[in-house]
T-cell receptor, first 114, second 115 residues
Framework: DQQVKQNSPSLSVQEGRISILNCDYT??????FLWYKKYPAEGPTFLIS?????DKNEDGRFTVFLNKSAKHLSLHIVPSQPGDSAVYFC?????????????FGKGITLSVRP | GAGVSQSPRYKVAKRGQDVALRCDPI?????LFWYQQALGQGPEFLTY????????KSGLPSDRFFAERPEGSVSTLKIQRTQQEDSAVYLC?????????????FGSGTQLSVL
């Protein structure tokens, strides 16, 4: 049973527009959420995170929104750039320490058209 | 090196063969994780080390999988009698123990293909 779900396998947007990537989770114990970006032949790299005590976290062009009651989070990228084209993984954990294990979704392939 | 290094980058094994995958974490990183990423899936947790101690091995799929980190630095993931379902990318990640989860750095992985 998938505890973290990314139901859309791909998304294509025009450069300069907003990209919205969605993620749902089922485990109520999760209290920390992260987004990772992955280029081909590379490992995932950390992008942005949010604690369950917050509903929004912003870092430059990237904003993550958390709706705890709906067990839903989303990543907004504004404006989208061609270099943002990659696979994006949503991940969740219980706790935010260095020893916390991550549960990942299947990923969304984002394509930003010039 | 500056990042987490994994070798080999690619490994092709015949079914039934034993394989060993190596991870060199970032120097000084105490925590080390192994994840398995099957095609079209997200990474899945296999095991966790703090220094040389294997504190969590709940994600290892069978007793054919074995991981070690004898000196608290380099780690090896061994798979005995490989099966086709073991084909995946195996990712290693490390972090400093005093850091937060955002300080987890992943290697590029070893892509294992079992024929």
């Amino acid at each position: 049973d998938q505890q973290v779900k990314q139901n859309s396998p791909s998304l294509s947007v025009q450069e300069g527009r907003i990209s919205i990537l969605n993620c749902d989770y089922t485990n109520s114990m999760f209290d920390y959420f992260l987004w990772y970006k992955k280029y081909p032949a590379e490992g995932p790299t950390f992008l942005i995170s949010i604690s369950s005590i917050k509903d929004k976290n912003e870092d430059g062009r990237f904003t993550v929104f958390l709706n705890k009651s709906a067990k839903h989070l989303s990543l907004h990228i504004v404006p989208s750039q061609p270099g943002d084209s990659a696979v994006y993984f949503c991940a969740a954990s219980v706790g935010s320490g260095a020893n916390s294990k991550l549960t990942f979704g299947k990923g969304i392939t984002l394509s930003v058209r010039p | 090196g500056a990042g987490v290094s994994q070798s080999p980058r690619y490994k092709v094994a015949k079914r039934g063969q034993d394989v060993a995958l190596r991870c060199d974490p970032i120097s000084g990183h105490v925590s080390l994780f192994w994840y398995q990423q099957a095609l079209g899936q997200g990474p899945e947790f296999l095991t966790y080390f703090q220094n040389e101690a294997q504190l969590d091995k709940s994600g290892l799929p069978s007793d054919r999988f074995f991981a070690e980190r004898p000196e608290g630095s380099v780690s090896t993931l061994k798979i005995q009698r490989t099966q086709q379902e073991d084909s995946a990318v195996y990712l290693c990640a490390s972090s400093p123990i005093q850091g937060a989860i955002e300080k987890l750095f992943f290697g590029s992985g070893t892509q294992l293909s079992v024929l």
